[in-house]
């Protein structure tokens, strides 16, 4: 659920700011920011102020929040209350709003008068966004705070990547993707989500635990996770094809042992093997074209180890080359999985936090 830009500026009188994707200016007489919090169905309000007694907004807050169930969180900290709303379905923009407004009454019944964030004066200070944030800073604090950005800054760019951390991360995003494909393998058919979503933990733990990640050490990272994704493919495919040849493994020793069985007399494996080769026109004719050969495979191939050491082979085999064609396209809906993985989590991770270093001022759309 999404809020209409327009018609929370009509409502509010709060202008959009599309690059931080947030609506900011004086709600009521207060320098205000809000905002739609990424991947969640709720919103943050911030508006600046002092306040004498803390303690008291914050009991009051705790209060209001109580009596208002859309209401996830409500706080006065650093010279800011900061609200949390989620965004019904029905009548959001108007909801949304009206809770903003009903923070600002709040708040100035309270008592709070607008200032600078960071001194407390009650003049000459500015709205601006730290990343996404709304800040208000007067002239002399925006200069102190410009430095101490810049230094954060340079502090940030001069670290360096931890390479064992890096290589750990994406090792387990690997093992992640592996174990979620093959996972749900056995359960159904491969989903492009399955490596996406192991993708975009492994880029996580490698950020987590390399704490600067560049461009080929997530290019390493994705190419882990493709053969993560690979693998979990060829160890179900190696799986299957191994429990495929014990079936006929069963019913060759039956043939063996007694030309003259009677196919309703099979069980198990043997009725498994016979169904598959005799089930109608299109087995029977592919059952005519093994050779001797492909029947020594079936018995040097009867566990998944072995299996997957030849799977090529197998899968030429003609009552397995349909196994053979799935193989093919589970793998490309893997690659296509890690593809679009890497293209949507590798910006933001490569970004990292530069935007927490930059202060402007909010420019309307």
Not at 317 to 327: K, S, V
Request: with cysteine; net charge positive.
């Amino acid at each position: 659920m999404k809020l209409h830009s327009d018609a929370v500026t009509a409502q509010t009188g709060l202008r959009y700011d599309s690059a931080a994707k947030a609506f900011f200016g004086l709600l009521g007489r207060f320098p205000a920011v809000l905002r739609q919090l990424p991947r969640q169905n709720a919103v943050l309000l911030q508006i600046a102020g002092t306040i004498p007694d803390a303690a008291q907004v914050n009991e009051q807050l705790r209060a209001w929040q109580e009596e208002n169930p859309c209401v996830l969180s409500a706080e006065y900290r650093n010279r800011r209350i900061g609200c949390a709303f989620i965004i019904p379905k029905k009548q959001p923009d108007e909801t949304v709003c009206g809770l903003a407004s009903a923070v600002t009454m709040l708040a100035a019944d309270l008592g709070m008068r607008p200032c600078c964030m960071s001194c407390g004066t009650e003049s000459a200070y500015e709205l601006y966004f730290l990343d996404k944030n709304g800040v208000t800073v007067c002239p002399e604090c925006r200069a102190e705070l410009a430095e101490k950005l810049a230094a954060e800054q340079e502090k940030h760019a001069q670290e360096k990547p931890k390479y064992a951390g890096i290589v750990l991360g994406a090792l387990l995003g690997a093992l992640l993707v592996f174990g979620m494909t093959w996972f749900v393998m056995r359960q159904s058919r491969i989903s492009v989500l399955t490596a996406y979503a192991g993708m975009v933990l492994g880029f996580l733990l490698m950020k987590k635990l390399g704490k600067k990640v560049t461009l080929p050490a997530a290019l390493f990272c994705a190419v882990l996770c493709l053969l993560g994704s690979f693998s979990g493919i060829w160890l179900h495919s190696a799986q299957s094809l191994a429990a495929k040849n014990r079936d006929m493994i069963s019913l060759l020793d039956v043939m063996h042992d007694d030309p003259d069985f009677q196919p309703f007399e099979l069980t198990g494996g043997a009725k498994r093997a016979h169904d598959m080769l005799f089930g109608d026109m299109e087995s029977l004719k592919l059952a005519s074209e093994i050779t001797d050969g492909h029947i020594r495979m079936f018995y040097e191939n009867p566990s998944a180890g072995k299996c997957l050491l030849h799977l090529p082979a197998l899968c030429r085999i003609p009552i397995y080359r349909a196994e053979g064609r799935e193989i093919l396209m589970d793998m490309l809906f893997g690659f296509l999985s890690v593809a679009a993985g890497t293209a949507m989590s590798i910006y933001p991770i490569l970004r990292g936090r530069k935007t927490a270093y930059l202060l402007r001022k909010p420019v309307a759309a």
